[in-house]
């Protein structure tokens, strides 16, 4: 079998973000069943050195569309960050799965040994994409959008490995 650049990131990336936007619709239900201030999610933190849970959604997002674009040898489309509710971290899952979508597999295909350099100043890193996609975009991707599914575990939200995995 043939190794696929593409098969092992934005398939990947889609089915998070697809579980990420349903457990962010069941989010939206428990504030309102319990009467909760969505803030007293949106902005919760699992520890106060930790980044709150909007910023989870923020970051898995910009994994996701900034690995995708990279591997795709394309610019990695800016988002400005304002989300303030689930309605608006769900439509940014929605235009980062557009975005994913819209780049085209044989553009991805083959940039197993593409170099991508990430950051600036101090903070560059150089990599091949498929030491990009294994070792740094995917464990960064699966750390925020793991995060952000705990957080919602721990607040009482009703969601289990299954919402996570979602479909495949």
């Not at 902005?43 to 690995?67: E, H, N, S």
């Not at 560059?124 to 294994?134: D, E, I, M, R």
């Amino acid at each position: 079998m043939t190794f696929s650049i593409h098969s092992a990131s934005i398939p990947v990336f889609k089915q998070i973000l697809g579980s990420l936007a349903a457990i962010l619709d069941k989010a939206q239900t428990h504030v309102q069943d319990k009467k909760i201030d969505p803030n007293a999610l949106l902005q919760y933190r699992l520890f106060p050195d930790m980044l709150p849970f909007v910023r989870q959604i923020q970051i898995a997002t910009d994994f996701a569309k900034g690995c995708g674009a990279r591997l795709a040898g394309v610019a990695v489309p800016p988002y400005e960050d304002s989300e303030q509710s689930f309605a608006e971290l769900k439509a940014r899952i929605v235009k980062t799965i557009a975005f994913l979508d819209s780049l085209p597999q044989a553009d991805i295909e083959g940039s197993e040994t593409r170099a991508i350099t990430t950051g600036s100043g101090e903070k560059t890193k150089h990599f091949t994409g498929q030491t990009y996609l294994f070792h740094y975009a995917l464990p960064h991707f699966f750390f925020h959008a793991t995060t952000a599914y705990d957080i919602l575990r721990h607040n009482g939200v009703e969601v289990g490995k299954k919402d996570f995995i979602g479909s495949y």
